[in-house]
């Protein structure tokens, strides 16, 4: 269903858009608003997908509407209605992204629907680009993510021996580290416990660890990261930081008792 708002100061006017069309039928989720204000107010609150506006109205016409609304980030598309003397509103009102305008007292259910079916293919196209962004986004997110365990694995075992490509490496992946000596913290979730609660998830409860130790890091002020591997954590901290490890462990070994 899209949400329609329909603006006229005019009652008469306002049931008159109304009557055109079956707009349940068509999908079409109906409100209306008397004035400019009240429906910003109203758009705020309902996030409309259209709005119908007329152009003169008392307290704030369609112009101001459109412009405050454009202010406040609401993304509903507009489509204005005219008279023979708004000539000067119309055109700034285009000018601030109406989608289209019609003449008010030549309003027909066939041009209101077109106008309609047009703006609703519009948000449909912008809605899939939007889907597909940030599917993008997130894959591009996960591959990073892969790298920097990648990485940090390799440095782990010894495979990262230039250590001008270290220091490059932890710059490209933001670790907050510096190449040279630095401090792992072994942390290990037994098994056991996870399953000691059948509702456990074992993602979620690794995740959960994970911010735990996150949050113990941030206290010691560390700039340390926490990655997986396979079913452990490790945290690579700068040596000046030992004594989280105690800490570290002597959390982990409660959180069955809280997940």
Request: hydrophobic share 40%.
């Amino acid at each position: 269903m899209f949400k329609v708002l329909i603006v006229d100061d005019e009652l008469l006017a306002r049931v008159g858009i109304k009557s055109l069309l079956p707009w349940n039928e068509l999908g079409y989720e109906l409100y209306e608003s008397e004035n400019g204000e009240k429906a910003l107010a109203l758009a705020m609150e309902i996030q409309p997908d259209i709005i119908i506006t007329d152009m003169k109205m008392p307290v704030m016409n369609g112009v101001e509407l459109i412009r405050k609304a454009k202010e406040v980030h609401l993304r509903s598309k507009f489509i204005v209605l005219s008279a023979f003397d708004d000539f000067d509103l119309v055109k700034e009102s285009m000018k601030l992204g109406a989608e289209d305008y019609m003449r008010k007292l030549e309003l027909e259910a066939d041009t209101l629907q077109i106008a309609l079916e047009s703006v609703c293919k519009k948000i449909h196209s912008e809605r899939a680009e939007k889907d597909t962004l940030q599917l993008q986004q997130k894959h591009i997110s996960e591959n990073i993510q892969t790298l920097k365990r990648g990485f940090l694995r390799d440095l782990l075992v010894g495979k990262q021996t230039d250590w001008n490509s270290v220091a490059k490496q932890l710059q490209l992946h933001d670790l907050g580290m510096e190449s040279g000596c630095l401090t792992v913290i072994l942390v290990e979730i037994p098994k056991r416990e996870i399953d000691k609660d059948a509702t456990h998830n074992s993602a979620v409860f690794k995740e959960t660890v994970k911010s735990i130790i996150k949050e113990i890091l941030k206290n010691y002020k560390s700039h340390g990261t926490v990655f997986s591997w396979r079913t452990m954590n490790w945290q690579s901290l700068k040596p000046r930081k030992m004594q989280v490890k105690m800490k570290c462990f002597g959390c982990l070994k409660n959180i069955p008792r809280y997940c």
